[in-house]
């Protein structure tokens, strides 16, 4: 075993080190690459969002589930930059990404405004907290 295969499998080589491997994804069947990426860490498919868990920590390559990570939600870190939310469909485990530079605008946008298609709350509720809000309790709209 050479030294760089040696270092690749040591607890977090993958944390700090580029990851140049390609893979085709197990949910969408798309061919992904590093390249394109934006970044040196590929990891979740740019088509359908969809990861695999493998690290329990960030490269660290220990999970023993291997389950699908579905993405089932976007939030914004400090600064703007945009992240996706998976959940493992195996064990549940949570976990944060960066999106990537090609990822799927329109998986991402969907993702983000799921929760407003189904709100927990009945829509009409709405126009009687904008009445509230704006002093006309009585009038109706």
């Known amino acids: 075993m050479n030294r760089e295969h040696r270092a690749k499998l040591s607890k977090g080589y993958y944390r700090h080190n580029a990851c140049g ?3 085709t994804c197990k949910v ?13 860490h590929r990891n979740h ?4 969002l969809s990861s695999q868990h493998i ?3 960030p490269g660290d390559r220990e999970a023993d589930c291997g389950g699908i990570m579905e993405a089932i939600g976007v939030w914004v870190r400090k600064g703007g930059e945009w992240a996706i939310i998976h959940r493992c469909k195996q064990c549940g485990q949570l976990n944060s990404n ?11 946008m969907s993702i983000a405004l799921k929760p407003l298609g189904n709100p927990p709350f009945p829509m009409e509720r709405i126009r009687d907290l904008v009445a509230v809000m704006s002093g006309n309790e009585h009038s109706e709209m």
Request: net charge negative; with cysteine; glycine share 8%.
């Open 21 to 23: 491997d390609s893979f």
């Open 98 to 108: 960066r999106i990537a530079a090609d990822d799927n605008p329109l998986k991402l």
């Open 55 to 57: 690290d329990n920590e």
């Open 28 to 40: 969408c069947g798309y061919p992904n690459t590093p390249y394109g990426a934006g970044s040196t």
């Open 45 to 48: 498919c740019y088509n359908c």
